[in-house]
């Protein structure tokens, strides 16, 4: 925990750019399935290997992500992008595309502090070694872990496994490097004892421009899914093409402004929206998907919470209600 909170405080800013392998064999995603798959052929029927080149911004709390990874369909791969941006207090999910021809785009505002779309294999390194005791990013709780006094001899170093104490049908486990910080080098799956995914992470180091110092980043990670004969059926390959720390960001990446023509759910109000060709934003009926015909200029700061505008408002009102009540004094003095 101590060099994970290391990690944490000495990178204020990360930018990573990267390139993401998604492979699957014929048959991969049917094998894996539990119940068998009922369908007519083999899913996938042909192997396929989708590559993408995504973005990563952490900048204190805030963040971005530009996912540019095709979705896969029985009809092939599409293209696809998904970017999320947080401020520190308003969440923006975007969605262009994705796995079927008519999809359309939909945007998301929420104030959740979870940021589920980084918990991914595609992310799980750089979020665990760069924010690893961050819950609302990480998905592995390093905190929560506990050693088991295994260990593993790999390369010279002694790996030393940590899991969770809490029973559960499937046990994963981290395999730690003490010789290079505690880093997580390794991560296994077993469901009812049985091996179902496995991660090999390699680091390298990179200067930390405002200390005398260096630091360790995943460089490159590979993942396995492997079928219920223990045979490899999927797998991802990530690599790391460009990595920056402790850079001065620009504010205005944290932000976004959806399209024209996007489907907006609001969580705060819990309202749907349509952002119009001039920038306003029309509500939709959540049961029938049609307009309605009220107008709110700003979806993202509804009228009733913005505290300046109320502010105005009752500054206006109390005004109004002074300059009344000495014309009203006025008027009786002059009777």
Do not use: C
Request: no cysteine; aromatic share 10%; charged share 25%.
């Amino acid at each position: 925990v101590a060099a994970a909170r290391k990690r944490q405080e000495s990178a204020t800013s990360v930018v990573v750019e990267y390139e993401v392998k998604d492979s699957e064999v014929k048959g991969g995603i049917a094998d894996k399935l539990e119940p068998p798959s009922d369908a007519a052929g083999p899913v996938p029927p042909a192997p396929f290997a989708l590559v993408s080149n995504n973005r990563l911004v952490l900048d204190g709390p805030k963040l971005r992500i530009e996912n540019n990874h095709p979705a896969w369909s029985n009809g092939g791969p599409r293209p696809h992008f998904m970017i999320t941006v947080f401020d520190g207090a308003i969440r923006k999910l975007y969605n262009r595309g994705g796995p079927t021809p008519d999809a359309r785009p939909a945007g998301l505002i929420s104030t959740s502090p979870s940021h589920l779309i980084l918990q991914s294999i595609s992310l799980d390194p750089v979020t665990a070694t760069f924010r690893g005791l961050d819950a609302a990013i990480t998905t592995w709780p390093l905190a929560k872990m506990k050693p088991t006094g295994a260990t593993l001899a790999v390369d010279g170093a002694t790996w030393r496994a940590y899991t969770l104490e809490t029973p559960s049908l499937q046990k994963t486990t981290w395999w730690l490097n003490p010789d290079e910080d505690y880093v997580i080098r390794r991560v296994e799956t077993q469901t009812k004892n049985r091996p179902t995914d496995r991660l090999d992470i390699w680091y390298e180091r990179t200067a930390l421009p405002d200390q005398q110092d260096s630091a360790l980043y995943p460089a490159a990670w590979a993942y396995t899914d492997y079928a219920k004969a223990g045979t490899g059926v999927h797998s991802i390959a990530v690599k790391v093409t460009r990595i920056e720390l402790n850079k001065p960001q620009q504010a205005d990446q944290f932000q976004f402004t959806f399209p024209a023509g996007t489907f907006v759910t609001d969580q705060r109000d819990f309202k749907d929206y349509r952002v119009q060709p001039d920038g306003s934003v029309r509500e939709v009926d959540a049961e029938t998907g049609k307009e309605l015909g009220v107008f709110e200029t700003h979806p993202e700061v509804p009228w009733y919470r913005n505290k300046w505008l109320l502010i105005g408002v009752t500054v206006v009102l109390a005004a109004a209600f002074v300059l009344t009540y000495v014309l009203t004094r006025g008027r009786r003095k002059a009777r």
